[in-house]
């Protein structure tokens, strides 16, 4: 994937569908982040530099009547990962029965559009679904671990069509940490949520709440001083938290200030914009010299070849 746009325009990441837009901030600046996703979900593992390609999300629907002109709908992420992999995530607040509908709607129209195969021979049509999750940011003791819909057909022969959630506010931030599971560090602010009810026996008090962002602040600085976050991703994982905590505690407005006061990104130093132009400059060059080393040898190669083949 080409984009890496750091994270910085606040208004991006208003209205009513935050949380679905920061899953898809953290795809669009930092994809690689959904490499250790993967790897808990399904086991796969991918290097840093495992090429990723960003889908289209919007699918047709199919209509008998021609005359109607087909209805669209839109995924929320649609990846193709190392060229054969490909991947379809979807962010959901409420547990809604109908999503497993959904998702396999989705999915029928994504591998038609994606990864439909015709065999030449026989003509027979082969549909392969992506690799699917459905993750829920909030918490909700009756979430399942899995979607499933038993699927019939005509020949009365059966398919559960199952896919995998991901329920993030069952794991610790200790969890997140050695998991390397950056990606959910925005989404934890909603599990202070239910302690924040005007009725609670024991509302949030300041104390727990800066001491929660102390942790979570520093599991990204561990995060960014192992190597597994750049430092760019780093302050975009900041911003997206002090967005999540913006909406969160927007009716608290001086807990809200103290923790706005723990989470503004730190100022980039001229040295340090410098720094990362020279790391980018660098790394170009250093793909330019294994291209013309490439091409070298593939000339040398040809004049081999061609020496060969002039020979009596």
Partial sequence: MEKSNSISDAAA????????EILKAIVAAMPTQLFPLFKEVYGREYSKDTP???LGTETSSFQEDEEKPPTSTLMDIALLVAGSDYYHLECQMKNDNEMVIRM???DVRFAIIHTKEVDKDTG???LYFPRSVVIYPEKNDALPDDLKCRVVFQDNSEHIYKIPTVKIQTYSLQEIKEKHLTLFIPYTILRLRPKLASNRKQPLTRKELTEFVEEVILVLKEEYSDGYLTEREYYDYMRLFHHAMDRVLY??????EEVKQMTEPLIKLPSMIVGELEAEIAKQKAEIADQKAEIRRLQELVVQLSSENNTP
């Fill in 52 to 54: 990723i390609v960003v």
């Fill in 104 to 106: 396999f709607a989705y």
């Fill in 251 to 256: 009716q608290y407005p001086q807990m809200k």
């Fill in 13 to 20: 990441f208003d209205g009513a569908k935050l949380w679905d």
């Fill in 124 to 126: 027979e049509v082969t």
